[in-house]
């Protein structure tokens, strides 16, 4: 099994001296390769479920949603984020993303296969030397629709 690397471990991509870091904010989770790792399936059965991270939700909204998508970056200059006031996880699927944790200072080089989870209180800027793609999901509504999956859902009518 590989290391698994959170935020408050040292990392070579740490920036020294530290952006101006909050003092307030909530540190990330990341878990190095997530996407990597080898999930046995027990003999005799042909699928299996495995969860690795589980957070009540801390979001204030009524009603609260879930929305996924995906997160594209090319290079370019840092993106800012406010404040989370809302969970989001992020799996990146391809080329790389680096997101600075201001709650810690550590600048996380994301690849594929890596994982993240922001809380609520995170705070991170996101930029990229070369692009990325990931999937996330967040305890918020949608902000900006998928111009070319918009109104793409299957509508299935029961064989029942």
């Known amino acids: 099994m590989s290391q698994i690397l959170l935020s408050r471990h040292p990392s070579p991509f740490q920036h020294i ?24 399936i027990p003999n005799g059965e042909s699928a299996i479920v495995a969860d690795f991270h589980s957070v009540r939700t801390k979001t204030n909204d009524t009603p ?48 594929a296969g890596d994982w ?12 990229s030397k070369s692009g990325g793609t990931a999937f996330f999901a967040v305890t918020r509504a949608i902000i900006t629709q998928h111009p070319g999956l918009k109104g793409r859902e299957e509508v299935v009518k029961s064989k029942l």
Not at 17 to 40: C, D, F, R, W
Not at 65 to 82: E, M, N, V, W
């Open 17 to 40: 001296p530290p952006y101006n870091m909050s003092q307030s904010a909530v540190p990330l989770t990341v878990i190095k390769g997530a996407g990597n790792e080898h999930i046995p």
């Open 64 to 111: 609260t949603y879930l929305t996924s998508g995906f997160y594209k970056i090319q290079a370019g200059p840092t993106r800012d984020i406010p404040t989370y006031d809302y969970e989001e996880t992020k799996y990146v699927l391809s080329g790389q993303i680096d997101v600075l944790d201001e709650a810690t200072g550590v600048t996380h080089h994301l690849v």
């Open 116 to 127: 993240a989870f922001f809380h609520v209180g995170s705070k991170a800027k996101f930029s």
